[in-house]
């Protein structure tokens, strides 16, 4: 079971990904050596040059540590190279600086699906839907963390959402689901 949850978060994540990178008018006025740093961040996290990033981040965060979104694209960095319990605490960070910022309660769900903590998960998820309650993306993901506890009628409810809201399900996850719940096509 843990083997399918990973490779279906993974594919989540990779799908996610290029919208969690910031636009401009999100973030709070910063000097032009913050901005630099962001930026350069940014083009190292694009092009998957993680290290580069998280370097290029903490210079960010060294001149202004109240900078939500470099700590939300090193969580992303971290997330990437599989260090986890930093990815979450970047992510808890944002969540210090911005209590209403439902991509970093999404971030932090999906490093916990990653290390198996699939209730933890489900509460991200459902802070994330609190401040946005039409995003497919995070339906979709609560969804895999219920298929991962095994709680197949609450993981069908959340895909049938993240569907009705526009979100392609892969054809193998939906299978794997019945399969798991004991359903039929």
């Not at 006025?29 to 370097?55: C, M, N, P, V, W």
């Not at 470099?70 to 960095?77: F, K, S, V």
Request: glycine share 6%.
């Amino acid at each position: 079971m843990k083997d399918k949850t990973v490779r279906w978060i993974g594919a989540v994540l990779m799908i996610s990904i290029p919208i969690l990178f910031s636009c401009a008018s999100d973030r709070p006025l910063q000097t032009k050596q913050t901005e630099g740093y962001f930026e350069l961040g940014t083009r190292h996290l694009q092009q998957g040059d993680d290290d580069q990033a998280i370097s290029a981040y903490n210079k960010v965060l060294e001149i202004n540590p109240r900078y939500a979104e470099a700590y939300l694209n090193r969580g992303i960095a971290y997330r990437r190279k599989g260090q986890l319990d930093q990815a979450i605490s970047d992510y808890s960070a944002v969540l210090l600086i911005n209590s209403k910022d439902a991509r970093a309660y999404c971030n932090r769900g999906n490093a916990h699906i990653e290390k198996g903590q699939y209730d933890k998960a489900i509460s991200d998820y459902n802070k994330a839907l609190e401040i946005n309650s039409k995003d497919p993306q995070v339906f979709f993901n609560r969804g895999i963390a219920y298929y991962s506890n095994q709680e197949y009628d609450k993981s069908w409810a959340d895909i049938k959402k993240a569907q009705d809201l526009g979100y392609q399900i892969p054809l193998d996850f939906l299978d794997d689901l019945r399969k798991a719940s004991g359903r039929q096509k």
